[in-house]
């Protein structure tokens, strides 16, 4: 049993966007065996890196209590979220985990509505928006992942007051896992116009970001939201330490 969180997490100093508490986001999607979680968990304790900011790690459901534990035990800054929600509540919905199911771990926040959810799984913005709600509902703080061309259209199924709840994942789909990330100049624009319709919500990057291209990410947008380069423990210890 832990201590789970209610408090909803915001940056500091929203108001006029400063980046110097920034949001740093691990993805593992479906990587890792329960040894290279343990591996991960070794590399980044031994750099343990200090944070001025936030990083958090989504492992996949399996592994949300080891990696609790660790971060309990080690004392690590490190937050836990996961890589999806149910959209339903607790209930006859077979294979779908539930934010009832979570209740006893700290989880901050939850990766919802990513473009691999979207392609492979068919997700559709309403179903994102159910999720964000039972998010926000059970103290959970949801990283909506959108990408230009339905941005709007996942804001316009959110109530107002969700979407001020959020943290927006910009992630443009062909940046995610190419190596082809989105040049940092080309990103502020479209971060401009999804502020300009989301409203004052913090908002980050992801797509291929790695230790050349993170600072100028965080110099447009308040954090990043990185698998490939976060899925080695010491490596993804030094991207936490450039940033912060
Ligand atoms: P990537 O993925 O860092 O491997 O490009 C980003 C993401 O899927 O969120």
Redesign the pocket.
Known sequence: MHDTLTRQWYPEAMSDHTFSTPLIVA?WKSHKTWDEVGEWLSAYQAAKPTTTGTVAVAPAFPFLEYVADEIEEADLDLQLAVQDLSPFPPGAYTGAVSTANLSDLPIQFAILG?SERRRYFHETNQEVANKVDLAIEAGITPIVCVDEPYQLAQRAALSPQAVSKCVVAY?PVE???SGLPQPAEEAAKVIERIREDWGDVPIIY????NEENLLSYLKVCQGV?????SLDGAEFAKLVKMAL
């Open positions: 993805n990513h992630e940046a995610i896992g992801g797509g291929s970001v939201l990185v698998a490939t380069h």
